[in-house]
């Protein structure tokens, strides 16, 4: 699986002022290779779905980066090996081909990864054993009730181990819903999240939203990983 570019960003999100820079035409057309960093976004997604799935998974054109790290770190530690190759940009992932199987005790760390932590979240909440996700303190100053409260709504014990709704926090499955009703107006990785792991649900899982999605093209990116 080769990974393509990610989603346009928005305009609002670009940077302003800064260094202006002189581009010079070239005399001639360019003859060269050019190499276009991977994307953060799609990395997430390709890792933690290559993770679930049954058998072996190449993923090519690889963004190492620390947020991808940490989701490498964090799917390892849920029990799927992975081959990671720098240099190539390449990982090759031997899924789980179900639900997470981590040991006892387990503890997921974040670091300051969004993505991962949102994510990982609702799978870890398929296992039948306690885990713990976390992350870096400014991962743990974000929100994440309306998760929570989603799966608390399928089944799974979610405890705080210091503030409510916010990391580090105990996870415990199995999820046996299969409908779930969550907003979207704050954060479409929540959306994302619980869609990633709903084939590990025995019924499957409906999702419906109560308000409109904030970025509705990254949860058409997690729909196409899939």
């Known amino acids: 699986m080769t990974l393509p570019p990610g989603p346009t960003p928005d305009p609002a999100d670009e940077p302003t002022g800064g260094e202006v820079l002189e581009i010079t035409p070239l005399?001639?057309?360019?003859?060269?290779?050019?190499?276009?960093?991977?994307?953060?976004?799609l990395t997430n997604r390709a890792l933690l779905c290559a993770a679930l799935a049954r058998g072996r998974t190449r993923l090519e054109g690889v963004l190492f980066a620390d947020d991808t790290e940490a989701m490498m770190g964090v799917v390892a530690a849920l029990g799927a090996t992975l081959e990671a190759d720098r240099t190539r940009r390449r990982v090759v992932v031997e899924g789980l081909g179900g639900p997470p199987r981590p040991r006892p005790g387990t503890r997921l760390d974040a670091r300051m990864s969004g993505t991962t932590g949102r994510f990982v979240l609702?799978?870890?909440?398929?296992?039948?054993?306690?885990?713990?996700?976390?992350?870096h303190p400014q991962l743990r100053a974000r929100p994440l009730a309306p998760l929570v409260d989603a799966l608390t709504d399928l089944g799974a014990t979610v405890s705080a181990l210091e503030e409510p709704g916010r990391l580090p926090l105990s996870v415990r499955g199995p999820l046996t819903g299969s409908r779930v009703r969550l907003p979207a107006d704050v954060s479409s990785q929540f959306v994302s999240g619980l869609l990633l792991a709903g084939p590990l649900?025995?019924?499957?899982?409906?999702?419906?939203?109560?308000?409109?999605?904030?970025?509705?093209?990254?949860?058409?990116?997690?729909?196409?990983?899939m």
Do not use: C, F, H, R
Not at 27 to 41: L, N, Y
């Open 122 to 135: 609702p799978v870890a909440a398929t296992a039948n054993t306690g885990i713990v996700v976390d992350g």
């Open 201 to 225: 649900l025995a019924g499957g899982l409906t999702v419906e939203l109560t308000t409109e999605p904030v970025s509705a093209p990254y949860l058409d990116l997690t729909v196409a990983t």
């Open 27 to 41: 005399d001639q057309p360019p003859d060269a290779v050019v190499e276009v960093p991977g994307s953060k976004s």
